[in-house]
C-alpha cells in the first residue's frame, strides 16, 4: 500500500460538508463499494455541543459570547452573535441600573425572537444593586441570566429563578427564568446544581418576593440548569486548568442529575481557554453542552473597549496576562486576569494589595510609600481621593461610609479600590493620559487567538467581529475533527498536524 499522500485528500478533508468514501490505498470510493476501508462523514458544526441546549435557547451553535463587565459585551455584540445563531450575554456588571434597563429595553427590540441573556453578578459589597438587577430582570422579563461571582445562593437569584414558575398539564415544572451559572469550583457548581436553599426561598417569600405557589415548587428545579465551568480566564479567575475542570464538572452534573432525578440532565458548559479550533474541539471531545468565549471578544469591532485597549489587545501574547487583585472583592483577596501587555495596571494594583495587606490605615503608610502612591499611581493627595470617595457612597451607600468613617483599613480599602475601578474605565473609555493605567481583563485565550491569525485577515482588531471569530472557531473545530478521523484511518502521516489556516469572511461564509 502506498503511504498516505495529504496532498491529494487534504482539500477534501477540509470541506466538512462532504462525505468521503475511503477505499483500501486511501482512494476514494463511492457509498456501497464493498471494499471501503472506512468513512469520513460530514461534521456540522450546528451539531458541536448539546441538542437540548440549542433548543431550551433557540440557537443555531452552541456558542456563547460570555458577559464582560462595564458593557464591554454591549448590545450590539449580542445582537450580531444572535443574528449569527449563538447567544451572547450583556455585560451589565459594574453599570448603573439605568444604563442596564436602557441596555435590556434596546435588546428586547433589537431581538424581538431570538435570545439573549445579561449578566448577575455577586455583589456582597453592594447587595442593594444585586437586589435591583434581579428586579429589572423580573420586571423587564430577561428569561436568561449569566450569575457569577457568586458563593453562595442569595435572595436575589432564587427571587430571579423562582418567578413564574408553574405546572404544565403534565405536571411538569416550566421555570420560564433560566440561570447559566459560572463557577471554577466543583463544590459551588454543586449549590447550583441543587435546587435553592429552603432558607434562602423561606427568606424570598417573607420579602413578598415569590409566591406560596412558586416556593412550593422550588424543590423541583436546579437553581441552575446550565453551568459554565470556567477555567484559566479572562476576568475573575480561580485559573483552574481547563483538562482537569471541564470533565470532573461534567462528571458532577451527571451525579447531581440522578441523585435529584430532574426530568432534564443537567448541562455544564467550557469557558476559560477557548481561542482556537483545537481548543473548541477539545472541549467539544470532553462532553462539554456550549462554548463560552470572552477574551477574544474583547478585542472585536462590537467591543465596548475603546479602539486603543483593543489595539493593545490584539497584539498580546499568551504569556502577556497577570494576575490582579479584584476591584469588588479586593479586601477578600479576589484575583481577575488582565492584560500586562502596554500597561503598568498589574504591578501598581499588586501594589496597593501588599500595601493593603501589610499595614492598618492610610494614616500608617510609610511616607516614602504615600508619596510614591500619590504621585505614580493616584497623581492626587490621597486626603483628596478619599474626598471623591466619600462623596460617591454619601450618594449611593450610606451604611458602607459609615462604616468607613469608623474603619480606617477599611478606608483604605476603599481608597484602593477607587484606582482598581477608575483604571478599568480608563481603559473602556481610551483616556491617553491614563494608558500605562488602563485594566483590561484578559486571559491567555487572546494571545493564542492572536497566534493563530497573525499575518491573516484577522490580525488587525479593526477586521474582528463576533460572529467572524466564532465561526472561525466552529468551521475549524469541524475541520480539525476530519484531520483526526483521517489520520485515524491512516489517510495522513500520523505527525501531520493540518494546522489550518484562519479562512477570511466571505469564504467561511459558505459554511455557515
Ligand atoms: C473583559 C472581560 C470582562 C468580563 N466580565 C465578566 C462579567 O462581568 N461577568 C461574567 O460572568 N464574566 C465576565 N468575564 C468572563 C467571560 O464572560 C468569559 O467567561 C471568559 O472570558 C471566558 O474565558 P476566556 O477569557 O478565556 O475567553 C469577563 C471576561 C473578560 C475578558
Known amino acids: 500500500m502506498s503511504s498516505p499522500q495529504p496532498g491529494n485528500i487534504l482539500p477534501l478533508i477540509l470541506d466538512p460538508r462532504e462525505t468521503l468514501f475511503i477505499k483500501p490505498g486511501g482512494e476514494l470510493g463511492a457509498p456501497g463499494d464493498p471494499n471501503l476501508v472506512g468513512i469520513i462523514p460530514p461534521v456540522a458544526p450546528g451539531n458541536f455541543g448539546s441538542k437540548a441546549f440549542r433548543k431550551e435557547f433557540n440557537l443555531r451553535y452552541a456558542y456563547v459570547g460570555g ?111 433560566r440561570v447559566i451559572a459560572k463557577v471554577s469550583r ?24 415569590i409566591t406560596e405557589r412558586e416556593a412550593s415548587l422550588a424543590p423541583l428545579v436546579p437553581v441552575a440548569q446550565d453551568l459554565t465551568a470556567e477555567a484559566d480566564s479572562g476576568g475573575h479567575s480561580d485559573f483552574r486548568p481547563a483538562l482537569t475542570l471541564w470533565p470532573s464538572a461534567v462528571r458532577l452534573a451527571e451525579e447531581c442529575s440522578l441523585r435529584h432525578d430532574y426530568r432534564q440532565p443537567l448541562r455544564v458548559g467550557a469557558a476559560g481557554g477557548l481561542g482556537t479550533p483545537m481548543a473548541l474541539l477539545a472541549a467539544q471531545d470532553m462532553g462539554l453542552a456550549y462554548f463560552v468565549t470572552g477574551s477574544i471578544n474583547q478585542s472585536c469591532v462590537e467591543s465596548g473597549l475603546s479602539e486603543g485597549g483593543r489595539a493593545l489587545l490584539a497584539k498580546a501574547g499568551q504569556t502577556d496576562v497577570s494576575q490582579a487583585p479584584a476591584a469588588d472583592m479586593f479586601e477578600l483577596g479576589s484575583k481577575v486576569q488582565v492584560l500586562k501587555y502596554g500597561t503598568l495596571f498589574a504591578p501598581r494594583a499588586l501594589k496597593l494589595a501588599e500595601l493593603y495587606r501589610q499595614h492598618a490605615s492610610l494614616e500608617d503608610l510609610p511616607a516614602e510609600e504615600a508619596r510614591n502612591l500619590e504621585e505614580k ?8 481621593v478619599w474626598a471623591e470617595t466619600r462623596e460617591f457612597f454619601a450618594a449611593r451607600d450610606q451604611a458602607t461610609l459609615e462604616k468607613a ?41 487572546l494571545g493564542a487567538f492572536n497566534e493563530w491569525v497573525a499575518g491573516s485577515f484577522y490580525e488587525d482588531p479593526a477586521n474582528r467581529r463576533v460572529a467572524d471569530l466564532a465561526g472561525l472557531l466552529l468551521h475549524g473545530a469541524a475541520v480539525m475533527k476530519r484531520l483526526a478521523l483521517a489520520r485515524d484511518l491512516g489517510l495522513l502521516p500520523d505527525d501531520f498536524h493540518g494546522l489550518i489556516e484562519p479562512l477570511p469572511p466571505e469564504e467561511l461564509g459558505n459554511f455557515f
Open 67 to 177: 458577559a464582560m463587565v462595564g458593557g464591554i459585551s454591549s448590545v450590539a455584540m449580542c445582537v450580531a452573535l444572535a443574528d449569527m445563531g449563538g447567544l451572547g450575554v450583556f455585560g451589565a456588571s459594574g453599570l448603573r441600573p439605568a444604563a442596564i434597563e436602557e441596555a435590556i429595553a434596546r435588546l428586547r427590540s433589537e431581538l424581538p425572537e431570538q435570545t439573549f441573556g445579561s449578566c448577575l453578578i455577586h455583589s456582597p459589597q453592594d447587595p442593594a444593586w444585586e437586589e435591583r438587577v434581579a428586579e429589572i430582570y423580573v420586571e423587564r422579563g430577561v428569561t436568561l441570566v449569566e450569575a457569577s461571582a457568586f458563593m453562595q445562593i442569595t435572595p436575589s437569584l432564587v427571587r430571579y429563578r423562582l418567578h413564574g414558575l408553574s405546572t404544565a398539564p403534565d405536571g411538569t415544572v416550566v421555570a420560564p427564568n
Open 186 to 209: 466543583l463544590e459551588l457548581a454543586k449549590r447550583f446544581f441543587s435546587p435553592p436553599p429552603p432558607k434562602i426561598v423561606q427568606e424570598a417569600l417573607n420579602r413578598g418576593w
Open 377 to 384: 499611581i493616584f497623581r492626587k493627595p490621597l486626603s483628596q
Open 405 to 445: 468613617e469608623a474603619n480606617p483599613k477599611l478606608r483604605m480599602a476603599l481608597v484602593f479600590r477607587w484606582y482598581l475601578g477608575q483604571a478599568s474605565r480608563w481603559a473602556i473609555a481610551g483616556l491617553a493620559d491614563r494608558r500605562t493605567d488602563w485594566s483590561i481583563f484578559c486571559g491567555p485565550s
